[in-house]
């Protein structure tokens, strides 16, 4: 069982920056697939950035050119460097990884709050 742990977020003016980690632990060697995720109350959760099973990134429109994705396979870890931050990426965000290539996400975090004011 694999288990994922975010850090990093909180509380932050817009144009700030946060990087959110998220760290695996449990019964694995490596994660090649990679998502994290945001959701807002009364809204779906929806794909911010993740890695392909062919190593490529992709984001989500609103977040282009201001987030990225990247991971630390020695340390089992993906992150989330968001620059330029705005009051409408205050969300919940959550990382998720496919530890055993199922083509799915299934080991999810916790969630972990970012806070965007104006």
């Known amino acids: 069982q694999v288990q994922l742990r975010e850090s990093g977020g909180g509380l932050v003016q817009a144009g700030g920056s946060l990087r959110l980690s998220c760290a695996a632990s449990?019964?694995?060697?490596?994660?090649?697939?990679w998502g994290w995720y945001r959701q807002t109350p009364g809204k779906q959760r929806e794909l911010v950035a993740g890695f392909t099973r062919y190593g490529s990134t992709n984001y989500a429109d609103s977040v282009k050119g201001r987030f990225t994705i990247s991971r630390d396979n020695a340390k089992i870890t993906a992150y989330l460097q968001m620059n330029s931050l705005k009051p409408e990426d205050t969300a919940v965000y959550y990382c998720?990884?496919?530890?055993?290539?199922?083509?799915?996400?299934?080991?999810w975090g916790q969630g972990i709050q970012v806070t965007v004011s104006s």
């Open positions: 449990g019964s694995i060697s490596s994660i090649d697939i």
């Open positions: 998720a990884a496919d530890p055993i290539g199922l083509g799915i996400f299934s080991s």
